[in-house]
């Protein structure tokens, strides 16, 4: 029942913008954490950045911090990625997360295609 969909990935250039959106449904998001991670091929998955329910504290990755901005619309039930100066080995696939651990709940989006290649 719950839904997790990213949207906004594509190609750009080195030094670019982009923007990921995530819309979620089916549980109350303003209760859960949401993160964003990404994959390289054959890569681990990594978290990027998460911020809390409320949108009061956010949290990057040392290499994406300064570039990359986490931000949440409760109203929307949106939670975005702004991605600036992009680099070639941010290329990966961006998935969503939402996370409420004192219910143990976690729900995965199906990832959004970023690459950043002259």
């Known amino acids: 029942e719950a839904q997790i969909v990213e949207s906004g990935g594509g190609l750009v250039q080195p030094g670019g913008s982009l923007r990921l959106s995530c819309a979620a449904s089916?549980?109350?998001?303003?209760?859960?954490?949401m993160s964003w991670y990404r994959q390289a091929p054959g890569k681990a998955r990594e978290l990027v950045a998460r911020?809390?329910?409320?949108?009061?504290?956010?949290g990057y990755a040392d290499s994406v911090k300064g570039r990359f901005t986490i931000s949440r619309d409760n109203a929307k039930n949106t939670v975005y990625l702004q991605m600036n100066s992009l680099k070639p080995e941010d290329t990966a696939v961006y998935y969503c997360?939402?996370?409420?651990?004192?219910?143990?709940?976690?729900?995965w989006g199906q990832g959004t295609q970023v690459t950043v290649s002259s």
């Open positions: 089916g549980f109350t998001f303003s209760s859960y954490a």
């Open positions: 997360n939402a996370e409420r651990r004192l219910v143990a709940s976690n729900y």
């Open positions: 911020i809390t329910s409320g949108g009061s504290s956010t």
